[in-house]
């Protein structure tokens, strides 16, 4: 998985709770994404990085924020969890250039009851 | 909107046939058309890609076909094996004035059937 590791793997929580998710690269790649998969839906950018503390929104930002206080780390923070926001979550990084490659890390399985 | 959009849902093929995704995009600054490949439990991993310069990209037995004109490009994989069932995206990107995200078609489910 291009060293991108992803923590937790796995959490389920209550509606109405925090929740943060890890990225970590040991890539020294510049950009990060933070996309979701639903089923029917692809993969859908919600945030993404092109360096540290720069920060951009994508397409389903509502609901989530992100940090970026390290090169190779990126936070994605559900302030308050809502059942919609139950999906399968992928960390990307790239290192740009004439490429573009992007390159995913395992995922993280949130549930929200 | 969906500015990619990927077809069919789901494909079964037998060994050895040729399986046939086809994508089509909305928007003419995409320039990087790439396929990438999941298996269950997995992250989805980049097959091949393309640009809007050339028409068709071979890997071995995986061909990117891409029609400018059209707005569209497919992914044929031909001599098709078991191991090849797999969800497929297809995306594409603006590239680096966007921070080259990407933008996933909705994806196809692959079976190859022994």
């Known amino acids: 998985d291009a060293g991108i590791t992803q923590s937790p793997r796995h959490k389920v929580t209550e509606t109405g709770t925090p929740v943060t998710l890890r990225c970590h690269q040991t890539?020294?790649?510049?950009?990060m994404y933070w996309y979701r998969q639903d089923p029917g839906h692809g993969l859908r950018l919600i945030h993404y990085?092109?360096?540290?503390?720069?920060?951009d929104k994508g397409e389903v930002s509502d609901g989530y924020s992100v940090s970026r206080s390290k090169t190779e780390d990126f936070l994605l923070t559900l302030e308050s969890a809502t059942s919609s926001q139950t999906s399968v979550y992928f960390c990307?990084?790239?290192?740009?250039?004439?490429?573009?490659?992007?390159?995913f890390g395992p995922g993280t399985r949130l549930t929200v009851t | 909107q969906q500015q990619v959009k990927q077809s069919p849902q789901s494909l079964i093929v037998q060994k050895g046939g040729i399986s046939i995704i086809n994508c089509a995009y909305e928007?003419?600054?995409?320039?990087?058309f790439p396929w990438y490949q999941q298996f269950p439990g997995k992250g989805p991993a980049l097959l091949i890609a393309?640009?809007?310069?050339?028409s068709e990209k071979k890997e071995g037995r995986f061909t990117i076909s891409f029609n400018k004109s059209a707005k569209q490009f497919s992914l044929h994989i031909m001599d098709s094996q078991p191991g090849d069932s797999a969800t497929y995206f297809c995306a594409a990107s603006e590239g680096e004035t966007s921070g080259s995200r990407l933008t996933f078609g909705e994806g196809t489910q692959l079976t190859v059937n022994p």
């Open positions: 928007n003419t600054a995409f320039d990087y």
């Open positions: 393309i640009r809007p310069d050339v």
């Open positions: 990085s092109y360096g540290v503390k720069d920060t």
């Open positions: 990307a990084i790239s290192p740009l250039g004439p490429s573009y490659e992007q390159y």
């Open positions: 890539e020294n790649h510049r950009y």
